[in-house]
């Protein structure tokens, strides 16, 4: 018997079908082990010396691998064909031999990129050596990622309170999207205008033309800037005689893209299905590890982690053959097409994305998957076939006119295009593809011929503006990335998603947005540790890491250079005192932090007391602008991505709304750091009240502003027992409160309308429910069945009082924030379960876990675990004391 390891359940049973009765496939369930998020886990003093944990889940996992290894008669690691597959190997082999169970029994490593039975057969017929190369890249990429978070971020909490983490990968991203949002806010719009002509031949057909050259010289684009200008030129046209100078039809091929990568796979799902790169890599994984047809579970795609855009010839013999079927001879080119990567830092020689049968058309598989799987495997399966197919054939003709009205020309030129034979548009087209390649295949222009006349029907002058350059959005920030060399294909995705969880981004209309807090991050980083988020600093890092990859340098000698200015910086820096770090951000953020104002006043004088200097100031809860007056004057502004948030209560001053009929005092709304609020009064006395959930500061008056700081407001006695009943807003949201006891209202507004009587009932209501409450609730029903867990038992995704959660027996793993609840696939649910129950073993009191800084994109979920032994007996206080240890700290990150 051999023992296959493979990464997921899901794919091992697969697996082992393929493989029959000499074979026992077994999951590792991702990575095994990792560094702990703590000081030491690397050690640059002791040679890069790495400390590797292994959570109580992932030991149950590998007892599990190393009981079978032992009555084995051989290993083999078939973990994925990418960099992390080939350190997860290397991470169960060297655990396997530190346990002494591999002896002189065989071990090889197995790659395919495809889960079909020949594939996976072909693979074990030809094992090779664990990549040592490839496993000293994975270190060295693990250490950066390490040494730069749990130095980096650490410098980050203490000069900018409020910050979460700093990467190597996520602080150049988040890099690109701030410089972005700069060059819009710095943007100037000019105006141009843009003439037109329709003409129409003598055959009366009609066509329109462009204004190209005016008395004899070309005219650049925008060439036109003003109006009159513009008017002069259409009245020239007007009374203008119009003939056709030139007239030329040039054939033009068009080529078909290569296969998908991973980044342009995620760039087309965004453009075409709406996908976030985090989706499109979820949906792609199940289409990889495939689905049960025709009584065989079988893999639909190649590995989707890849910047390879080359296929293997049987996949093109394939290809071929299916367009010969699927499209007719016309569309098969004499020689199949070969492509190679222009990409800085290619993977590995692997596989594009493709269709493992290309027999396999969408419709024929329409009743095995779902609407996200089938509308993925569609795109990749016309991208796929189309890149094999032929060129398309298209006749360009463009049309010079003139135009003459005494003595003065004009030039206007005519552009149509038109498909004469469609080739790979048949299957696939991107619509980006057309919209650079300048072609307006739409706009076929009727006959026209050289030397006629042409009549005018309208001369069109239209004034625009120019537009800022457009904010990223994760398929074109992905492709920035890939263009600038920076990151690698599994961590994109990773990397989007940590930039939104940690606040430092939002998305709004599918355009990435930076939060203030990322901005200050950046300039911070920009400021103190320029080198770090340069691109052609990370890229150059990246390029040495494939280096590494390559055997062509050693990956302890690019961590010494790394280190080295590295770590001086981090010392210089934590001298700064925070005025310094303060000062520098106020200058590098001043559009942000102090926009100009209407009466072209000095920004950064406090329009409140009038003599204060305005400034960035950092809090526990993060960044804030206030005033150098404090504590005199308490104005204080919270920071948005443009520096205000379309209210007057952030423009500089409270807005007034009215006094208090009962002390005469000024009621007004403002803005703090903790959100907009109303006040009555002025000085540390004023009364004060925060906007309820759902209020808006434009949506404030003098009788709402009034209501809100009148709170509590008393309804009237209880009957019984004679106490009054009194409403209010508090921490958890509106309430009730009667003899110390608290009920829940539905709404904000029941607070100001809610009636003696109906208060009665609401308590009573609550009263019934008894302690807690709660009445007897029963468990939520299941929103999705997951299958059965490796050991037994259903796996389901429910919603319940705190949000969706995923169960097996008596474990419930919350979900992540933002995650849907519908996506979630059995993998996932197993890697959440797993790590649920490493924080509550059986029988020991749940260890509390607090988050620590994260690594870099794709590792940064580290997590902090807190465990308390037990006190020794009780003999005296002082005994006890001294008796008592400290809280040992122990982290350990985990990708599944």
């Known amino acids: 018997m051999n023992i296959v390891v493979v990464e997921s359940p899901a794919k091992a049973k697969t697996i082992n079908k393929y493989l029959g009765p000499g074979y026992k496939v077994m999951a590792s369930f991702g990575h095994v082990r990792d560094l702990p998020a703590k000081d030491g886990s690397v050690r640059p003093d002791e040679d890069f010396a790495m400390s590797w944990e292994v959570d109580s889940a992932s030991s149950k996992r590998i007892n599990e691998i190393a009981d079978a290894v032992k009555k084995s008669d051989g290993l083999f690691l078939a973990t994925d064909p990418d960099r992390e597959g080939e350190a997860i190997s290397w991470h169960v082999l060297d655990i396997l031999k530190k346990k002494k169970v591999i002896g002189d029994r065989p071990v090889k490593r197995v790659v395919f990129n495809a889960i079909t039975k020949k594939a996976v057969l072909d693979a074990m017929a030809e094992p090779r050596d664990i990549d040592e190369p490839l496993v000293d890249a994975y270190l060295a990429r693990r250490a950066l990622d390490y040494l730069v978070g749990f130095n980096l971020s650490p410098v980050l909490w203490r000069k900018l309170p409020g910050a979460r983490s700093a990467g190597r990968v996520q602080s150049v991203a988040l890099r690109l999207v701030c410089d972005r949002e700069t060059e819009i806010e710095r943007f100037v719009a000019e105006e141009y205008w843009n003439i037109s002509a329709l003409l129409k031949t003598p055959r009366n057909d009609t066509f329109e033309a462009r204004l190209v050259s005016l008395e004899g010289k070309r005219l650049p684009p925008r ?5 009159d200008q513009a008017t002069d030129i259409k009245s020239l046209l007007e ?27 995620q760039q087309a799902a965004s453009s075409r299905l709406g996908f976030s790169a985090s989706r499109t890599m979820q949906v792609a994984q199940k289409l990889y590890e495939g689905f049960d047809i025709g009584g065989e579970v079988t893999g639909l795609i190649t590995y989707m982690r890849t910047d390879g855009v080359q296929i293997a010839p049987e996949a093109i013999d394939a290809a071929r053959r299916a367009i010969a079927n699927q499209f007719g001879d016309k569309y098969l080119p004499e020689k199949p097409r070969f492509y190679s990567t222009k990409a800085k830092n290619a993977q590995e020689a692997h596989e594009a994305i493709r269709p493992t049968d290309f027999s396999r058309t969408p419709e024929s598989l329409r009743r095995y998957l779902d609407a996200d799987q089938l509308r993925l495997y569609e795109l990749i399966w016309k991208r796929g076939i189309a890149s094999q197919m032929a060129s398309a054939d298209i006749e360009r003709t463009t049309a010079e006119i003139i135009a003459e009205n005494g003595g003065r020309k004009a030039g206007l030129r005519a552009v149509g295009s038109v498909i004469k034979f469609d080739g790979f548009i048949a299957a696939y087209t991107d619509q980006r593809e057309e919209d650079e390649s300048g072609d307006d295949e739409d706009g076929r222009l009727p006959d026209i011929r050289a030397q006629e006349s042409l009549g005018k029907e309208k001369i069109n002058a239209s004034q625009h503006f120019t537009e800022p350059p457009p904010r990223y959005s994760e398929a074109t920030l992905i492709k920035k990335m890939e263009e600038l060399g920076i990151g690698r294909p599994s961590t994109y995705a990773a990397t989007l998603a940590t930039l939104r969880d940690r606040g430092y981004v939002t998305i709004d209309k599918r355009k990435l947005i930076p939060d203030a807090k990322g901005r200050i991050v950046t300039a911070f980083l920009e400021n103190f540790f320029t080198r770090y988020v340069e691109y052609d600093f990370t890229a150059s890092l990246e390029e040495k890491l494939d ?3 390559a055997g062509d340098l050693n990956w302890k000698d690019v961590l010494r250079d790394f280190w080295k200015d590295f770590f001086s910086q981090i010392e210089v820096t934590k001298e700064l005192r925070v005025t310094n770090v303060l000062d520098a951000l106020n200058d590098a953020l001043a559009p942000l932090l102090f926009p100009p104002r209407a009466d072209g006043s000095d920004p950064r004088t406090c329009q409140v007391c009038g003599s204060g200097k305005l400034s960035l100031k950092l809090g526990r809860y993060g960044a804030f602008v206030g005033c150098s007056n404090y504590p005199e004057c308490n104005f204080t502004r919270q920071l948005s991505s443009d520096g205000n948030e379309g209210d007057a209560t952030l423009s500089g001053e409270p807005v007034a709304l009215g006094k208090d009929p009962m002390t005469d005092e000024e009621i007004t709304l403002r803005s703090g750091r903790f959100g907009p609020y109303v006040q009555r009064g002025d000085g540390k006395e004023a009364k004060r009240a925060s906007l309820p959930k759902g209020w808006t ?8 502003a009034l209501a809100l ?6 309804i009237g006695a209880h009957p019984e027992s004679g106490k009054m009943i009194s409403a209010g807003i508090g921490r958890y949201g509106p309430f009730l409160l009667h003899d110390g006891s608290y009920a829940n209202l539905e709404s904000v507004e029941d607070v100001f309308s809610i009636g003696l009587n109906r208060a009665v009932t609401v308590i009573a209501e609550k009263a019934a429910k008894g302690p807690g409450g709660r009445g007897a609730r029963s468990a939520p029903a299941a929103l999705k069945d997951l299958g059965d867990h490796p050991d037994g038992g259903k796996i389901t995704v429910r919603d319940g009082r705190y949000g969706p959660y995923v169960n097996w027996e008596k474990i419930n793993a919350t979900l992540p924030k933002g995650k849907d609840p519908a996506s979630v696939t059995i993998e996932e649910a197993l890697a959440l379960i797993a790590e649920r129950a490493a924080k509550a073993p059986a029988g020991k009191a749940k260890p509390a876990r607090k988050k620590a800084a994260a690594s870099e994109a794709g590792e940064d979920k580290a997590k902090t675990k807190t465990t308390k032994p037990k006190a020794a007996a009780k003999k005296s206080t002082t005994t006890k004391a001294k008796a008592e240890p400290k809280a040992k700290a122990a982290a350990k990150t985990r990708k599944a």
């Open 223 to 227: 060439g036109v800037q003003n109006g």
């Open 239 to 265: 009374g203008a005689a119009f003939r056709v100078d030139s007239i030329e039809a040039k054939p033009v091929k068009r080529n078909p893209g290569p296969p998908f990568t991973t980044s342009t796979l």
């Open 547 to 549: 280096s590494i990859s």
């Open 697 to 704: 500061p434009d949506s404030i008056d003098h009788e709402k």
């Open 709 to 714: 700081l009148n709170l509590p407001r008393d």
